[in-house]
């Protein structure tokens, strides 16, 4: 990552510098406020070059025998000299001060060839006007030239500006004022005035100002602006929130946990700003482009000002042609490139809660050819439920869970909250029980009217001679699942099996995946038999049990050994796989955007959103590949055409047409950049 660079980002005026005028570095550099002013003073000059043009057309003699009248003063071709003088001063500014800085940084680009062409036309029609050299000046195309380049920068930065807007829209997403709760009263504050364990009421519709704990009140809040989820999600005393989420029905109370920089939205914003400012191997490869094409132009254009000038042309035209060629082969198009859809794909993936801390891993995302996933809490929840149910009567599935989540809920172990959870799940209503007992180690059993139910493991019924004959029982055992039973009047009356839960996105990511043609996989600690299950129901086409943590990385390096891999896990006991994989991918660090280990940060425990980062590395460098297509084949018909291959055809391009095209040229690249929200 260039560091120099972003810590002098914005360094430089838009009055003053390069940085008025190299929209691509204005696109990645420059804070908002630069941004606008830059548009501005682009507006205002070409305002200003107009009103001095419309004189200088009216006292051109080309103009004034084209549309058939004189106007000729005593002076009057003076009067010409001082107003094109004017526009290439004030107008051309941006243009001059812009070669002098890319020749500081030996880097030779746009404004080099627009100063050298408005500066070669100017000085031979200054030196015509005083007599210095033979031949017609043209002022007016010098003029024209000038306005078009102002208002294809101003266009251009327009579309530049909308391109890469979405960080500025993160900025604005955190509001300025915060309702302070103090000693029972309310006080409106800024933000800035917050600190750690100040108390804020949040109101209905409101944002959150800060990230925080609930302490009061109940609500759901709409954090799809931050994280992605588009479903809004309910806030329970002890839940945290995120500074920006908006407030839904309820007023709720929040301590402060985190202000400035260390919130969640600051963190995001740092991070798409770094991305964006980060190089990648494509902008390498448009930069180098680029410098290759100023040296070719600026060759072309002196060769093409000797050749018309051996054949016999003016030296007016000659120099015609030769700005053109230095005009319409400008690298615009072709440094903006890959810079705009930088822009656009970081700042939407952050949109959508996907975090990029690293270009270059992005960028080989897109030829990933297996992805690794841990197990526990990614494709699974990471939390115990009923996966299968074996009624032995004709009770059905609902009346075994039912009756056994009823005397579950009295305990507090892992297996009896799954049990109940996914009760719960299923609709389901608990039957009122009475003289609740623990069966030490073995179970638990209550009473209902004319019956006792207990709800107990495996040994239970070997200890008492209770026989349970059943294929299916035996098959899910064999599986690796937890198995319970439960018994009625102390006969078997169905089994539970309880697992940890394969989250439901995780077949639509894996089926996707495949589809991609990417095999799948998975990394687990636990039991060989559990794992085979998962792969099995998510059709992986590999599995790895019973790793240890410190044997994740030389997994991965076997799988390296044969693809390139992305490894998906949590980045705390995956982050030495995160760090040996082709791509590391943290899932599921919700607020914690700064995971070390990984290259890219998924916010939400969504598997889907792995899918999501293959699917937008593979349309950002389409977009790059088409915008570098679109701005190099551009080049390789134009400059040919401005130096006047096609003249004995009647194709004769002015400066002013060569800006034109070379204007259009780069706020197509703009557009095509942002089509990738599309």
């Known amino acids: 990552m260039d560091h120099d660079r972003h810590a002098r980002g914005g360094a430089d005026t838009a009055e003053g510098g390069a940085s008025e005028t190299r929209i691509e570095e204005a696109s990645r550099r420059e804070p908002p406020r630069t941004h606008r002013h830059a548009l501005e003073n682009f507006r205002r000059r070409f305002i200003v070059s107009v009103i001095l043009t419309i004189p200088i057309l009216t006292l051109s003699p080309t ?4 549309f058939g009248f004189t106007l000729e003063f005593l002076g009057s071709i ?13 107008g051309g500014r941006p243009f001059l001060t812009g070669i002098v800085a890319e020749l500081r940084s030996q880097s030779p680009g746009m404004m080099t060839l627009i100063a050298i062409a408005i500066t070669i036309a100017y000085a031979y029609s200054a030196a015509v006007v005083l007599g210095l050299v033979g031949g017609e000046g043209f002022f007016w195309e010098l003029a024209t030239l000038i306005d078009v380049m102002l208002l294809g920068h101003w266009v251009e930065m327009r579309s530049v500006l909308g391109a890469s807007r979405a960080l500025e829209e993160l900025v604005r997403i955190m509001p300025s004022e915060a309702h302070l709760v103090r000693d ?12 750690p364990g100040d108390r804020v009421l949040v109101k209905p519709g409101e944002k959150v100002p800060v990230d925080g704990v609930v302490v009061e009140g109940a609500t759901s809040m709409n954090e799809a602006m931050l994280t992605g989820e588009s479903k809004p999600v309910s806030k329970q005393p002890g839940d945290r929130v995120i500074g920006g989420a908006i407030n839904g029905e309820g007023s709720v109370v929040a301590e402060v946990q985190k202000t ?13 700003r770094q ?6 191997r494509a902008q390498d490869l448009a930069n180098r482009a680029a410098f290759v094409l100023v040296m070719i132009t600026l060759s072309v254009g002196a060769i093409t000002f000797v050749a018309w000038l051996v054949l016999g042309q003016a030296l007016g035209f000659a120099v015609e042609r030769a700005a053109t060629v230095m005009v319409i082969a400008c690298p615009h198009a072709l440094g903006l490139a890959v810079p705009l859809v930088v822009a656009v794909s970081t700042s939407l993936g952050a949109q959508s809660g996907l975090l990029i801390r690293d270009r270059s891993a992005f960028e080989r995302a897109r030829d990933l050819q297996a992805i690794v996933f841990d197990k526990t809490g990614t494709l699974t929840e990471g939390r115990f439920g009923v996966t299968d149910i074996v009624p032995f009567g004709e009770g059905g599935e609902d009346g075994v869970l039912q009756a056994a989540a009823s005397v ?14 996914s009760a ?16 030490l180690g073995k179970g638990v059993e209550a009473d209902a009217p004319g019956r006792n139910l207990k709800v107990v493991g495996p040994g239970y019924l070997q200890e008492r001679g209770i026989a349970v004959d059943d294929g299916r029982v035996a098959a899910v055992q064999q599986q690796g699942k937890t198995v319970v039973f439960l018994l009625e009047n102390d006969r078997p009356a169905g089994a539970l099996a309880l697992a940890d839960i394969i989250r439901k996105e995780s077949r639509e990511a894996i089926d996707r995946l495949k589809g991609m043609g990417i095999r799948c996989m998975m990394l687990t600690g636990d039991n060989w038999y559990v794992a085979r299950w998962v792969a099995d129901e998510l059709g992986l086409d590999e599995f790895f049990a019973e790793v240890l943590p410190h044997e994740k990385a030389d997994k991965i390096r076997e799988v390296q050994s044969r693809f390139r891999v992305a490894m998906v896990g949590d980045g705390i006991n995956d982050a030495p796989a995160l760090v040996q994989a082709d791509v590391g991918i943290a899932i599921g660090a919700g607020t914690d955007v700064a995971v070390e280990s990984a290259d890219i940060v998924l916010v939400r425990n969504d598997p889907r959103d792995a899918v999501a980062i293959v699917s937008l590395s593979k349309k950002t460098y389409g977009k790059m590949v088409q915008n570098l297509l679109w701005a190099t084949g551009y080049n390789a018909l134009a400059i040919p055409l401005a130096a006047g291959v096609l003249i004995g055809a009647g194709i004769v391009l002015t400066p002013a047409v060569g800006a034109i095209f070379m204007s259009a040229s780069t706020v197509i690249v703009a557009i095509n950049a942002r089509l990738l929200r599309m």
């Open 275 to 280: 991305a964006q400012e980060s190089r990648s």
């Open 78 to 90: 003076l009067v010409l000299l001082a107003l094109a003088t004017a526009v290439y001063i004030y």
């Open 63 to 66: 103009i004034q025998a084209f």
């Open 408 to 421: 579950e809920a009295y305990s507090e172990h892992p297996i009896a909250r799954g049990v109940v959870r």
């Open 260 to 272: 400035g920089k260390e919130t969640y939205l600051s963190q995001v914003i740092e991070l798409v």
């Open 184 to 195: 029972g009263s309310t006080e409106d504050v800024s933000v800035e005035q917050l600190s």
């Open 424 to 439: 719960g799940d299923r609709g389901l209503d608990l039957i009122p029980l009475e003289r609740f007992r623990a069966i």
